[in-house]
Nanobody, 128 residues
Framework: QVQLVESGGGLVQAGGSLRLSCASSGRTFSGYAIGWFRQAPGKEREFVAAISRMGFVIYYADSVKGRFTISRDNARNTVYLQMNSLKPEDTAVYYC?????????????????????WGQGTQVTVSS
């Protein structure tokens, strides 16, 4: 069993920055790739970014590429999502999740169904 806790959300003006954290209580944290997803009201949960077990492979959604940076510190059992140049359309609840999938073009790592354990989410609100 893996428990994930997101933190770092809040209210920020457009153009501002936030850093989200995803902390795990599991002892096998480095055995999982981690994905960040977000869900706005009335919309489906969408992929934001993913990082492989050792951090060597990273993917971003086109909508956040160049603005968001995902990283991980396996010694601290934590994954981060640095969000810069935030836009009102980034407003959503942000979730982190674990997967045992390899991150490559043949695996559904951009789909929520590919992930096993989820955190409770953290709200990000960007005002215009």
């Amino acid at each position: 069993q893996v428990q994930l806790v997101e933190s770092g959300g809040g209210l920020v003006q457009a153009g501002g920055s936030l850093r989200l954290s995803c902390a795990s209580s599991g002892r096998t944290f480095s055995g999982y790739a981690i994905g960040w997803f977000r869900q706005a009201p009335g919309k489906e949960r969408e992929f934001v970014a993913a990082i492989s077990r050792m951090g060597f492979v990273i993917y971003y959604a086109d909508s956040v590429k160049g603005r968001f940076t995902i990283s991980r510190d396996n010694a601290r059992n934590t994954v981060y999502l640095q969000m810069n140049s935030l836009k009102p359309e980034d407003t959503a609840v942000y979730y982190c999740a674990t997967t045992t999938m390899d991150l490559n073009r043949n695996t559904p790592f951009t789909q929520p169904r590919g992930y096993d354990y989820w955190g409770q989410g953290t709200q990000v609100t960007v005002s215009s």
